[in-house]
């Protein structure tokens, strides 16, 4: 059969379509990583914890989060002797240059870094109406900028405050638990600059991760344990005055 | 057996074409990749993963500075990634020659971590810095990499 002119026509947008479909294949970004092997999470070691903000700084530089906005952040709460139901919690900047010196004396007084607990049931994920945020296969809570319409919803459904709409792109953004270096078998920013050991990476699916063997012999703890949000970043020696 | 079969003929061709043209329209809007794991869109993963890296990582630092990595071990901030207070180098890593570090304040940066807080650990190190040095910069006495000052009396200043 020949190709005349008409066919030609019929042809090419079809050819075009099919092609699209060729090339959007799935880009592979780290060929080694097998997703389903990883089930991400983080263990924070309050009493570890000085509160000098290498993790918010590095976060910052590593993931281009805005000025005034947070990704993890730092608190620094003050418990007057038995008044645990009203801690007094500051947070200048999210604790990016340090804190100032404090002149409070009694009572306790610790720093509390905070970010995305990276729920296995997150309360994120299931009001977003276009499916622009989603677990992941290995446990991680990611946006999808391209399809987030930045309508707020999920930002106002988490229940830790860990969710902003960067004022640039108009979308959400959070804490991606630094997704691009976890999956080239580096660990988060944070984790790598913390001076202190205070934050660690961990991957509860690895049988040989030293997390098991820390759960086991500490008191460890959830934020928000009553929200039944399956959060996944522990915090060790965490006070019952923290919310 | 129908009078005007024509009118269920027209309807039957409407809603094929209509359920045609749905699928069609669907196959073309929705990503391929949509539902690959779940109500999202699968290719987001690797998007997300593919962003590039700023902090290299310590073990790339040691590749090349090995003298400042046998020092560190000498002492107490050997814990201390690079990057925690040189800042995100991996610019510098992938081409040492034309990216190079910034000079660091060492009365800024030592004070974020050891100025004396209540909120800090009662272990860890501390000071007053107006006390304790006056705000001159703290590697005019302390190596950074390796700070104990050996021949420190006691009195000194400066809580261990």
């Known amino acids: 059969m020949d190709i005349t002119r008409r066919h ?8 075009a379509v099919a092609w699209k479909y060729v090339v959007a294949g799935t880009p592979e970004a780290s060929p080694n990583y097998k ?22 700084r590095a976060c910052a ?19 007057a002797d038995w008044k645990i139901e009203r801690p007094e919690v500051e947070s200048p900047n999210g604790g990016k240059q340090a804190f100032p010196p404090n002149e409070i004396s009694g009572g306790k ?21 276009v499916g622009a945020t989603f677990v992941t296969p290995d446990g991680v809570v990611l946006v999808d900028k391209s399809y987030c319409l930045g309508c707020r919803y ?5 229940p830790y405050g860990c969710r902003f709409i960067n004022p640039k792109t108009s979308t959400a953004e959070k804490c991606t638990l630094c997704y691009h270096r976890i ?30 063997e820390f759960l086991k012999t500490h008191t460890v703890q959830v934020l928000k344990p009553h929200m039944a949000t399956g959060a996944k970043v522990f915090y060790n020696g965490m006070d019952g005055s923290v919310r | 057996m129908f009078k005007d079969i024509e009118h269920l003929i027209r309807l039957a061709v409407f809603i094929v074409i209509a359920v045609v043209a749905f699928v069609v329209l669907r196959a073309a809007v929705v990503p391929r990749s949509f539902g690959q794991y779940g109500h999202y869109r699968g290719a987001a993963i690797s ?9 290299a990582g310590h073990e790339v630092c040691e590749g090349c500075h090995t003298d400042v990595a046998e020092q560190k071990k000498q002492g107490k901030h050997v814990v201390v990634a690079c990057e925690a207070c040189h800042g995100a180098l991996a610019s510098h890593a992938d081409d040492p020659t034309s990216v190079t570090p910034a000079k660091l304040d060492t009365a800024i940066l030592c004070a974020r971590c ?19 040095s006056g705000g001159i910069a703290c590697d005019t006495c302390h190596q950074p990499h390796k700070p104990k000052i050996e021949d420190e009396k006691p009195s000194a200043g400066g809580k261990k």
């Open chain 1, 183 to 212: 999956t080239k078998g580096l660990t988060t920013a944070c984790c790598e600059v913390c001076p202190t050991g205070a934050r660690q990476l961990a991957d509860l699916r690895n049988p040989n991760d030293p997390i098991h």
């Open chain 1, 8 to 15: 030609l026509i019929l042809l090419l947008p079809a050819a």
């Open chain 1, 109 to 129: 007084n610790f720093f509390v870094p905070k970010l995305c607990n990276h729920c296995a049931d997150s309360p994120c994920t299931q009001v977003c109406p």
């Open chain 2, 47 to 55: 998007e997300v993963a593919a962003r590039p890296i700023a902090y």
């Open chain 1, 35 to 56: 997703i389903s092997e990883h089930w991400w999470s983080m263990l924070i070691d309050i009493p570890k914890c000085i509160g000098c903000g290498s993790c918010v």
């Open chain 1, 154 to 158: 999920c930002v106002q459904a988490c």
């Open chain 2, 114 to 132: 050891h100025e004396a807080n209540s909120a800090k650990p009662k272990l860890f190190p501390q000071v007053v810095t107006a006390d304790h």
């Open chain 1, 61 to 79: 530089q590593e993931n281009e989060v805005p000025d005034g906005y947070f990704r993890t952040w730092i608190e620094r709460y003050h418990v």
